[in-house]
C-alpha cells in the first residue's frame, strides 16, 4: 500500500519562507518521478515542479520564476519543496505527487497560506 504524506504547510507573510516535506510509505525503491502541485480556491489543480529518479528537476517557471527549489532524498521516499520569497499568489493547498510503479499516488495536501 503506497502512501504520501505531506507536512510543513502553515502561515506566512509575504516574503517569508516554507519548507514542505513528503513522505511516501511502501515500495519506495521503485518511486520514478515525484513532484508539488498546487490547487487555490475556485482553481484547477496546477504543476509547480518535478524531479526525477536522476535528480533531473523542472519547473513551471511561469509559478516559481525562480524561488522555489524541489529536492529529493530516494533513501527515505521523500521530496521536498523550499519555498522563498512567498507571495499571496501562492496561497493553496499544496499536492505531493509519487509515480510507484508507473501508477501516479497523491497526499492528502497542505494548506499553504501567504497573508499579512
Known amino acids: 500500500q503506497v502512501q504520501l504524506v505531506e507536512s510543513g504547510g502553515g502561515l506566512v507573510q509575504p516574503g517569508g519562507s516554507l519548507r514542505l516535506s513528503c513522505v511516501v510509505s511502501?515500495?519506495?525503491?521503485?518511486?520514478?518521478?515525484m513532484g508539488w502541485y498546487r490547487q487555490a480556491p475556485g482553481k484547477r489543480r496546477e504543476w509547480v515542479a518535478s524531479?526525477?529518479?536522476?535528480?533531473?528537476?523542472?519547473y513551471a517557471d511561469s509559478i516559481v520564476k525562480g524561488r522555489f527549489t524541489i529536492s529529493r532524498d530516494s533513501a527515505k521516499g521523500s521530496v521536498y519543496l523550499q519555498m522563498n520569497s512567498l507571495k499571496p499568489e501562492d496561497t493553496a493547498v499544496y499536492y505531493c505527487?509519487?509515480?510507484?510503479?508507473?501508477?501516479?499516488?497523491w497526499g492528502q495536501g497542505t494548506q499553504v497560506t501567504v497573508s499579512s
Open positions: 524531479i526525477g529518479r536522476d535528480l533531473s528537476t523542472n
Open positions: 511502501g515500495s519506495i525503491f521503485n518511486i520514478d518521478n
Open positions: 505527487n509519487a509515480v510507484v510503479n508507473t501508477q501516479p499516488y
